[in-house]
């Protein structure tokens, strides 16, 4: 929350992609609204995930990603990586889009930026 408070002050509403468990994106949601943050998840329909597939529904989810205000991702995420590099694509600023999540204690390496070169 003081990261996104910190860098994104205006944003309240967060999409979520993950592959949690039910259990896991109930606990998240539930902490999340304590903290004022409206969450939204993808839940495809049962004849989208027949048609797509998990790996088309990933796709869904990164395209949605890669169109916020926002985005942090996970560190040595794929997912993550595809996302960033969209949003790199479709020009967004770099402060918007190379933000990870960082554990409590340890180190944190942010993402590598690059440049699309014309």
């Known amino acids: 929350q003081k990261f996104i408070k910190k860098n994104a002050p205006t944003i309240n509403k967060l999409f979520v992609a993950t592959d949690a468990s039910t259990t896991e994106i109930n606990?998240?949601?539930?902490?999340?609204?304590k903290l004022n943050f409206q969450v939204y998840f993808y839940m495809p329909?049962?004849?989208v995930i027949d048609t797509y597939n998990d790996g088309g529904i990933a796709i869904?989810?990164?395209?949605?990603?890669?169109?916020?205000?926002?985005?942090?991702?996970?560190h040595e995420s794929t997912f993550s990586f595809r996302i960033q590099e969209?949003?790199?694509?479709?020009?967004?600023?770099?402060?918007t889009t190379f933000n990870i999540l960082c554990p409590d204690h340890g180190k944190c390496e942010k993402p590598?930026?690059?440049?699309?070169?014309?």
Do not use: M, P, Y
């Open 27 to 33: 606990t998240l949601e539930k902490e999340l609204a």
């Open 45 to 47: 329909s049962k004849s």
């Open 60 to 74: 869904i989810e990164q395209i949605i990603c890669s169109h916020g205000a926002f985005f942090i991702g996970t």
């Open 86 to 95: 969209e949003r790199e694509i479709l020009g967004f600023d770099s402060t």
């Open 112 to 118: 590598s930026k690059w440049t699309i070169v014309n």
